[in-house]
């Protein structure tokens, strides 16, 4: 019983550690930082790079990509790195993608989650992770909708661990696709009805 309590104790200090990294709104600090403004009041009002393209800058939408990406990333290594177990790291690395979209800072109104989840799958088998990537270019090329290739690449993602070789970040793959959809719901009814913004408009 004390093994399982420790378990448990350790895992939920990763899981509050991963989110405390994951809420970190990086969108929101580099627009204050760079002086473009409130992203709440901007295109979608959404946290993360898209949005932040929308502002016309940039740079600052590739940082918030970075960063958003690598916190995500950096919760899931960190566990790994310390504990030695996979469960730790897929802990964290799922409390860090929660951390992102519902950041208790913000009022539990956070981002999509786009490039923290392909952070994360980086981190957690880059192959898998690198294919994820590769589906989400092409569904944005084709499309030019940046939220059709986030929905290309996690529904691509859950099978690409079983054709890649990575079944023991399946559970953790199925969760993180089904919160990427349903993050999305809004811009799948835009996609139906065809008023989905296309990739660098600056208003939505």
């Given at each position: 019983?004390?093994?399982?309590?420790?378990?448990?104790?350790?895992?939920?200090?990763?899981a509050?550690?991963?989110?405390?990294?994951?809420?970190?709104p990086?969108?929101?600090?580099?627009?204050?930082?760079?002086?473009?403004?409130?992203?709440?009041?901007?295109?979608?009002?959404?946290?993360?790079?898209?949005?932040?393209?929308?502002?016309?800058?940039?740079?600052?939408?590739?940082?918030?990509?970075?960063?958003?990406?690598?916190?995500?990333?950096?919760?899931?290594?960190?566990?790994?790195?310390?504990?030695?177990?996979e469960?730790?790291?897929q802990?964290?690395?799922?409390?860090?993608?929660l951390?992102?979209?519902?950041?208790?800072?913000?009022?539990?109104k956070?981002?999509?989650?786009?490039?923290?989840?392909?952070?994360?799958?980086?981190?957690?088998?880059?192959?898998?992770?690198?294919?994820?990537?590769?589906?989400?270019l092409?569904?944005?090329?084709?499309?030019?909708i940046?939220?059709?290739?986030?929905?290309?690449a996690?529904?691509?993602?859950?099978?690409?661990?079983?054709?890649?070789?990575?079944?023991?970040?399946?559970?953790?793959?199925?969760i993180?696709?089904?919160?990427?959809?349903?993050?999305?719901?809004?811009?799948?009814?835009?996609?139906?009805?065809?008023?989905?913004?296309?990739?660098?408009?600056?208003?939505?």
């Open positions: 019983m004390p093994l399982i309590e420790s378990t448990i104790a350790a895992l939920a200090l990763w509050v550690i991963g989110y405390a990294l994951g809420s970190i990086f969108g929101m600090v580099l627009a204050r930082i760079m002086g473009l403004g409130n992203l709440r009041e901007i295109g979608s009002g959404n946290i993360g790079a898209t949005n932040v393209l929308r502002t016309g800058n940039k740079t600052a939408a590739a940082l918030t990509l970075l960063l958003d990406a690598g916190k995500g990333a950096a919760a899931l290594l960190l566990a790994r790195l310390v504990t030695g177990h469960d730790a790291a802990v964290a690395g799922l409390a860090a993608m951390g992102h979209c519902f950041p208790i800072w913000l009022g539990f956070g981002g999509k989650g786009v490039a923290t989840f392909l952070g994360l799958l980086i981190a957690l088998h880059w192959p898998v992770g690198l294919g994820a990537c590769v589906a989400w092409v569904g944005a090329a084709l499309s030019r940046s939220s059709m290739g986030a929905l290309v996690a529904a691509a993602s859950t099978f690409l661990m079983v054709f890649l070789g990575y079944p023991d970040g399946l559970f953790l793959g199925v993180l696709t089904l919160l990427i959809f349903v993050r999305h719901r809004e811009n799948i009814r835009r996609i139906k009805a065809g008023t989905e913004p296309k990739i660098g408009k600056k208003t939505a």
